[in-house]
């Protein structure tokens, strides 16, 4: 059929492209955006292609953009706004979660703000301080936002159009690290509505749950364990808000035991609330506690020491092995 | 002359009549014609009367709150008919009068401070967004609607407002350049109150003048008399004219003062003297209008008795509303987060509806 | 004793007179926290007593205000600055996140940066949108900030002594609706270092673990339960970075169950955290899943309709006679 | 005379030496001694030796990444070396230059490019805060480093340095705003080089000039041409005497030109051309420092010798430390984040300690 290997950055791309051609309304815009083609050239030639009114850089100020966008949107345009790196966008907090998250609900629906935030985060690159954060929680956390994060470049594909077809405003997490992996996509299959898991590899003896950044690692370390004779489930759950607590809880009933494994530090986080609702709904399934894999309590850390924090196949697959174990 | 000398203000406000409503000159701008100014004093009296009717309301334990714009209501009216309809309003929580001069219906408005929900009005009905309480959020708000516009063809102005303190905002900063990079039709208008809650301007800025920040941003800025109703209107008009020309965004300070408390929760008494607010009771800008439109024998009884009885119409419909307003539904809390409710609050929803079906409720 | 009545507001009225007067290093300065006092006067008086030096407004602008303290404290003062409301708080996010939080990370602790950000948070008081958020997953689940919460005016007092004193920044996080409830308070007596818990009441068959503005509800469900006999233990969190994991599962540990309860929406939030660790750490000694009582994953709602928002008395109740449920 | 005219900028930035090397009147700047134009030259030289020998480094792997300020090391050095001993500086990750200019240890300096640890150098050695990432958030905290100062009754000046993308970002009107309303001794010095990564200065703001922005604070905003290095140190000299006696902020931009990319990752051919920058390389601020000092005969060959043999001391001393840099502690990870590791940081800490003495680590 249509299918073509593209990286995740390539299929992100391509997305954009689409949205932009077939919806005149979609304008895309942000730091560097435009002739250079964002840092990560997520944008790359959309300028030239759509002109200057469809995607274009605006002065530095990440508050700025995301207040702007939520102007368009509640005057009928649909934004899709690029912050830079995970970090930048601290300074649109106060614009995303007292207004993006909040002006549907403030007014009783009557006002729509279909933006897409996207956000390169999370680690793996070597970057350097506020480079690498891992924020999804801070979004997640905020009534009102949808959350999502593609773990391969046709989720990332679907997902972005998704979110630009969505009456809601989304935050689209997209993995660093993963920019440049490369996979089959399709862009005719149909999408899939936002807020769908998928069941990446089947499995009998323990589930992984896994999202953006991680999945890949879940996906190496069940080939491990398989190695081991360790028949490992990876659920990738595509969408953090809404949550497929359905797919999610069906997968750990089966096999009764669940690693959940993420980039973000662990303490009030996404994982959290993963082990948090999984335990709470699958109680009397679960043969141990849900364990977490995550990154640790500190603030993401300098280049050379980066691999000690993030959550790598080995510290998985202790884990798993730590399933077993008792209370102590 | 150098570039920048054109987006300098002048160095006093603005005015076409002084405290007596006496015709001032030398201003350049041109007056309204009286038929105008009778339909600003008109807007002016019912904008009195709804700030007053208001703090009755809440004084009577009916509203929880209510941030006054008494003594600012030149400011209030001029922001309100200085557009035509196509254009979009950006009020913060003290224009609840600019809003209803605006021909929000004012029950609708009070929604937000009777408890029943956040914004309580269509804000696509009259064009008059949410009323802000996160300070200077909107402005930004206010130049994507405009840029907005500008990307549709659309000759529409969006007319922001603001207080002196939201001036120290850095979404005011972003604001201010986002419309100007973009040339977006945006005119900012800072009602200079004197006070942010307990805070005097000396406090929030060192500026000669707030409108003197526009040349930062290649903004015209101008400051006019906040309490001359004739001025803030010309003011406003040509500044709307000008952004709608494709002039880009204008900056405009009105001097105007708090006459009351920040809300009736403030005690205002802790902070400055009532030796400090007389002087400008003396300056009110209903007075200013009325005087004048009598010296020009303008305001005739009967003209008079009409603006009375729609203030008071307005009043009595302010009255009648906020006693009947029904409660809010507990199921509205799920209805409106996002599009279609998640799993999550459809069993959220669903939880709480099995609560009080078993209270009975 | 010195022992004396004050309402939370008087007690941390107190506690910063006795730090301003005890330390000249300490400053405190925010929006209106001048002459008047701050809109909730916890600031009371301290202008008059200490001078425009040590108490002082400032321009309205939050990240300017939690910016500048951070300058301050670099440079050897302590500054408490306040918040005036938790969704005010957002504008300075990336200060607090970027900076506050990491500074003395990213320079190896040779800069410190010992500043108090007072946030009074939660809601229960009829206030409109905007002011009542329980923000504080975001600080929690942001490393190198301390997060704590008082649940009575000798907490307060003694919670907002040591944030000043400490070498951390300290995020105390002041429950407004506590403010004007008073209770016995020793000014005198040892101050408990933080991040300890504290057990509020014994009891046998199941813990509610609370922090903050659920702290009251937490005792009063388990004063309604006792006249059902059923006996409740309530842990009062008071710190939620540092976490007091000793103290608490001690506690679940001695009930094997468990409630946790917070206004918070629930959604990757601290009480997601307390279910994980709890569970995590204390799984075989648990009859039945941690159960959560938290805000709904909405924006906090108008005031006509807090009450169905807030955790109450009855659905903590609730959630108490849930402990006995099998997995569905 | 308007109060405005004293904050504003000259139409032209100032100059004490054309791109020749000659002599320009009319600035009403001083011009600084001989020996102290071969200080600065000494510095010129070795700040264009960091750049050029940081961007080898990055060439040859060694550094990740390294934001040149080739062609802005007028602005480098003269930052620095306007400052006393007692004053700090706060410098972004392109003031690489000027913290070495400062006396930063250049190995400690580029601790964060080698990706060994985030801030490498003790900042309160030379008073030189981390450089700084988050764009304009440091000028907040140079802020509270002078108010603090004069709180304690030091006569210390902060000169806070950012880019012209930067003076976009609502910290930076925050700061400016903070700086003038508690009349703090900060120098801001808005290093203009055209860009922000790709983004050209139209872009970024429509003002005449980005020194417009002071009036609307109550700042002197001063415009001096960035390539001059005497004008530069001249101008902050100035700027730091006049905070230092009292006379509150300044704001002085400077109009240079970012020659290189924005970083070694950066590829500036997608968004300017080789002839915009051409004429740019003519201005170079080291020719022109160097023809006015041998046109003075101010530059004898044994000093140029000694000038030449310093910058290659310090680029040889790079070159070695880069090389010879440890690795960092895992254990580190845990170390700086509180006073005192919380209890979940010591079981994190020995979670990994176990997993590394496992792997024999
Ligand atoms: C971001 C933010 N910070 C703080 C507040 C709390 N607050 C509400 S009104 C106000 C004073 C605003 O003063 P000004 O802008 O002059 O407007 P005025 O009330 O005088 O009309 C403050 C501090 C807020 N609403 N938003
Ligand atoms: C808050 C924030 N947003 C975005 C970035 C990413 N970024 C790094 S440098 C840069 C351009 C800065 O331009 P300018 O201030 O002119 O400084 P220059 O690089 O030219 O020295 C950008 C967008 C950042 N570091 N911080
Ligand atoms: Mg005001
Ligand atoms: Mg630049």
Redesign the pocket.
Same mark, same amino acid.
């Given at each position: 059929m249509a299918t073509e290997k593209l990286s995740m950055a390539q299929a992100l791309n391509r997305a954009l492209r689409d949205s932009l051609a077939e919806d005149p309304t979609v304008h895309v815009f942000g730091?560097?955006v435009g002739p250079l083609g964002g840092?990560f050239r997520i944008t790359d030639g959309l300028t030239a292609e759509f002109g200057e009114e469809r995607c274009f850089d605006t002065p530095?100020a990440?508050s700025g953009i995301v207040g702007m966008a939520v102007g368009m949107a509640m005057n009928g345009l649909r934004p899709v706004v690029e912050?830079? @790196?995970d970090? @930048?966008a601290?300074?649109a907090f106060e614009q995303i979660a007292s207004h993006v998250a909040k002006i549907r609900n403030r007014t009783r629906g009557r006002v729509e703000v279909p933006l897409v935030i996207r956000v390169p985060f999370a680690g793996g690159i070597g970057g350097v301080e506020?480079h690498c954060d891992s924020s999804e929680a801070y979004y997640a956390h905020t009534p009102g936002l949808k959350v999502v994060t593609p773990a391969t470049p046709e989720d990332a594909y679907f997902l972005l159009r998704e979110s630009i077809a969505s009456p809601d405003p989304v935050v689209l997490m997209e993995p660093k690290k993963l920019y440049w992996a490369k996979g089959e996509i399709d862009v005719e299959r149909p999408a899939a509505p936002l807020g769908r898991a998928v069941v990446r590899r089947e499995g009998a003896d323990a589930t992984l749950i896994a999202y953006g950044p991680t999945v890949p690692v879940a996906l190496e370390a069940a080939e491990a364990a398989a190695a081991e004779g360790r028949d490992l489930q990876v659920v990738d759950l595509r969408s953090l808000v809404p949550f497929d607590d359905e797919t999610v809880c069906a997968a750990v009933r089966s096999t009764g035991r669940a690693v959940v494994i993420a980039e973000a530090s662990g303490f009030a986080s996404v994982s959290s609330e993963i082990v948090a609702r999984v335990t709470e709904r699958c109680f009397h399934s679960l043969a141990a506690p849900v364990r977490r894999v995550s990154g640790f309590d500190i603030p993401y850390p300098p280049p050379k020491l980066e691999r000690f924090h993030l959550p790598g196949v080995d510290r998985v697959l202790d884990a798993v092995d730590d399933l077993q174990w008792e209370d102590q | 002359m150098a570039e920048h000398q054109a987006l300098l203000p002048s160095e006093e406000p603005l005015r076409l009549l002084d405290e007596s409503g006496s015709r001032v000159d030398g201003s350049g701008l041109p007056m309204p014609d009286t038929r105008r100014l009778l339909e600003v004093y008109g807007s002016l009296v019912t904008a009195r009367r709804v700030n007053d009717q208001a703090g009755a309301l809440v004084r009577q334990g009916r509203l929880a709150v209510y941030p006054s714009s008494h003594g600012q209501e030149a400011c209030q009216v001029g922001a309100a008919l200085a557009l035509s309809d196509g254009d979009w309003l950006f009020p913060t929580y003290r224009d609840t009068a600019a809003v209803i001069a605006r021909g929000v219906d004012p029950i609708e408005v009070l929604t937000l401070l009777q408890g029943d929900w956040h914004a309580g009005y269509d804000p696509y009905e009259r064009k008059v967004a949410p009323q802000a309480t996160p300070l200077a959020t909107q402005l930004l708000h206010a130049v994507g609607v405009a840029h907005a516009a500008r990307l549709k063809g659309e000759d529409t102005v969006v007319m922001a407002l603001c207080g002196d303190g939201a001036t120290s905002e850095g979404d005011f900063h972003e604001a201010l350049n986002f419309a100007a990079v973009f040339r977006a039709p945006v005119v900012f208008f800072v009602q200079n109150n004197e006070y942010a809650i307990s805070v005097p301007l000396a406090r929030q800025s060192a500026a000669p003048s707030l409108a003197h920040k526009g040349v930062g941003y290649g903004v015209p800025g101008e400051r006019v008399d906040g309490n001359d109703p004739a001025a803030v209107l010309a003011v406003l008009e040509r500044a709307v004219a000008d952004a709608r020309a494709g002039g880009g965004p204008r900056l405009i300070e009105a001097h105007t003062y708090r006459i009351q408390a920040h809300t009736n929760a403030d005690d205002d008494t802790r902070y400055r003297s009532g030796d400090e607010v007389d002087p400008w009771v003396a300056r009110d800008p209903l007075t200013r209008l009325e005087k004048h439109l009598k010296r020009k024998r303008a305001l005739t009884k009967a003209r008079r008795t009409e603006i009375t009885e729609a203030a008071e119409a307005v009043a009595a419909y302010m009255r009648e509303g906020v006693v009947e307003g029904a409660e809010p539904e507990p199921a509205e809390l799920f209805a409106h987060v996002f599009s279609e409710p998640t799993p999550q609050l459809a069993e959220q929803a669903a939880f709480l509806a099995e609560e009080l079906s078993r209270e009975g409720l």
């Open positions: 730091e560097d840092v530095l990440e912050m830079q @790196f970090a @930048f601290y300074p506020h | -």
